[in-house]
């Protein structure tokens, strides 16, 4: 049944040098999208505000023509480069790897090793998005890259060594529906164990369409599907965290 169950695991796994192990979720090219297009609006807010605060200048001073042309156009371009190329490098190094879309979408980028993201890689990413929004601006390069590895990395990520995840808290394990615990009518290894206790306590963070496509890969087992395998899943999980916990007492006693 391994070979069955590995599909379940799409977390990102590290291993620090001092043994410690870091999981993480890699964010779908859905969320980064929405992400993203929060980030776009903002920026054209910003863009809004400053029209805004140049007319009304105009309106009381009453510059004369050329220098409004001279003064609006070089603070235009200032402010037309700083949120091409710095808006997300800023955001990113500065807000624990959260632009304001990102921080919005609870997602967050690091290092591939788990680390919080530096000016360099931050830098060489974003400075790529150029790539990404090709052709066009359509980001058909960034969704072709992204779909090609399970990380969604787009070209920025892969050449930056980095990686868009969901914040641990997205992460935090939900208490299990209030079901009769069933044991499993048969041996499940320690992994297979924490992987079904998994599925149960992450149901929340996942579409009905994917809770029920990976409680079906043991459909052949139990010869349930879709709802009836979730719910299945679900009482041997709560089988087996009561049976951890009677065995973590009998310890302690």
């Known amino acids: 049944m391994n070979h069955k169950l590995a599909k379940l695991?799409?977390?990102?796994?590290?291993?620090?040098?001092?043994?410690?192990?870091?999981?993480?979720?890699?964010a779908s090219p859905m969320i980064r999208s929405l992400a993203l297009f929060i980030d776009v609006i903002f920026q054209f807010i910003i863009f809004g505000i400053f029209a805004a605060i140049v007319f009304f200048l105009i309106i009381?001073?009453?510059?004369?023509s050329m220098s409004i042309i001279n003064y609006v156009g070089g603070l235009f371009l200032?402010?037309?480069f700083i949120m091409v190329w710095w808006y997300f490098v800023l955001l990113e190094v500065l807000n624990k790897g959260q632009s304001l879309g990102k921080r919005f979408c609870n997602i967050r980028v690091i290092h591939d090793d788990g680390t919080p993201i530096g000016w360099t890689a931050?830098?060489?990413?974003?400075?790529?998005?150029?790539v990404d929004l090709l052709p066009?601006?359509?980001?058909?390069v960034a969704l072709i890259v992204g779909l090609t590895n399970k990380e969604f990395k787009r070209l920025g990520d892969l050449a930056a060594g980095t990686l868009v995840v969901y914040n641990e808290e997205y992460l935090t394990p939900q208490p299990l529906p209030d079901i009769i615990a069933t044991p499993c009518p048969f041996p499940l290894t320690q992994e297979e164990?924490?992987?079904?206790i998994a599925y149960a306590e992450r149901r929340q963070t996942l579409s009905t369409e994917r809770r029920q496509e990976l409680a079906n890969i043991l459909s052949d087992h139990f010869e349930l599907k879709d709802e009836q395998m979730e719910h299945k899943l679900y009482q041997i999980?709560?089988?087996?965290?009561?049976?951890?916990?009677?065995?973590h007492l009998r310890r302690e006693s």
Do not use: C, M
């Open 9 to 26: 695991d799409t977390l990102y796994k590290i291993e620090t040098p001092e043994g410690i192990n870091l999981v993480f979720r890699p």
């Open 60 to 64: 009381l001073f009453g510059f004369d």
């Open 78 to 80: 200032i402010l037309t």
């Open 122 to 130: 931050s830098l060489l990413r974003n400075l790529l998005r150029a």
């Open 136 to 140: 066009s601006f359509s980001y058909a």
């Open 193 to 196: 164990q924490q992987i079904i």
């Open 237 to 247: 999980a709560q089988y087996l965290i009561g049976a951890q916990e009677s065995s």
